[in-house]
């Protein structure tokens, strides 16, 4: 099976870029790298959507390759839903904080570095639970 | 300690891919900047996150080398952690290269500015050397000794 760690190998390089580009535009939110101007951060929203995509896809082929594997862990719906969780948290984030950006000096308000951290929280939980998927799993086939 | 506890290798694998998304969050946002990607973050201002990804970076050294110190064999004689250690050591010259001749220039440029073409040529490096080091990190399961045999060089 060429395929598997090729496919394993797209999985790492689209988390890599989408929770990289989530995680950078959090800290921004949250205070770190200040001199760089909140709404442009919104540049990053083509990176964590090809990281999404290529994740998306690669992610649907694992499915396929290992149904069994999946579906009967709890872990990978622990996972599912951190993703759900993440993606839902970025898109109020896009909306709500890098869209409607503070006026000049004022600082980002609590709500919205709690969704920065939630971001971060969410984000760092789909890795987690993903790398534990193979540690976790009871049945390889039917 | 990777070796005697049951869930060291799990947990500092969990916080060997946390520390990537770091590296390529910030390293690799700032060479997608610096290639011409992102024009609308300032360049300068873009490279204050590069800390975290020095976190990130350093994250990953350690546990690599509690992976590589746990089963010295299984790395040593692993042609994908071969090509891994070329690459690394690829990106470092290149970081070297970076900051000793292109950052003072880079360091002040704002939006919409085009880096010049060394650091251009240094972002794209950057770039293919942390993919390639993702890919044969990946790989590392897949070319364990036992399955070297084909291996031309090992």
């Known amino acids: 099976m060429l395929a598997f760690p090729a496919i394993l190998a797209v999985h790492a390089i689209g988390m890599a870029f989408l929770v990289g580009a989530c995680a950078a535009m959090d800290l921004r939110i949250l205070g770190f790298a200040s001199r760089i101007p909140l709404s442009s951060t919104d540049a990053l929203l083509p990176i964590i959507r090809l990281g999404f995509w290529l994740n998306a896809i690669s992610g649907v082929l694992l499915l396929i390759g290992f149904p069994t594997k999946h579906l009967t862990n709890p872990v990978f719906f622990l996972k599912l839903s951190f993703i759900a969780a993440a993606l839902l948290d970025t898109l109020l984030i896009l909306k709500q904080v890098v869209r409607k950006p503070p006026r000049e000096g004022a600082s980002v308000s609590m709500r919205g570095k709690l969704l920065a951290c939630g971001s971060l929280v969410f984000w760092a939980g789909s890795v987690v639970s993903g790398r534990l998927l193979y540690y976790t799993f009871t049945r390889l086939a039917p | ?154």
């Open chain 2, 1 to 154: 300690m990777m070796t005697h506890y049951q869930w060291a290798w799990p947990i500092a694998e969990c916080l060997h891919f946390l520390g990537l998304c770091l590296l390529i969050g910030t390293v690799g946002v700032f060479d997608l900047r610096m290639i011409g990607l992102l024009r609308r973050i300032p360049l300068g201002a873009l490279h204050r996150l590069i800390p975290w990804g020095i976190l990130g970076y350093s994250i990953n050294l350690i546990t690599g080398i509690l992976f590589l110190s746990a089963y010295p064999d299984q790395y040593i004689h692993n042609p994908a952690f071969q090509i891994k250690l070329l690459f690394m050591t690829i990106a470092g010259m290149n970081v070297a290269a970076f900051y000793l001749t292109m950052y003072r220039k880079v360091a002040v440029m704002g939006s919409e500015e085009q880096a010049p073409l060394a650091a251009r040529l240094a972002g794209a490096i950057s770039l293919v050397c942390w993919i390639g080091v993702i890919v044969c990190g990946r790989y590392l399961t897949f070319y364990r000794p036992p399955n070297y045999f084909w291996c031309p060089w090992c």
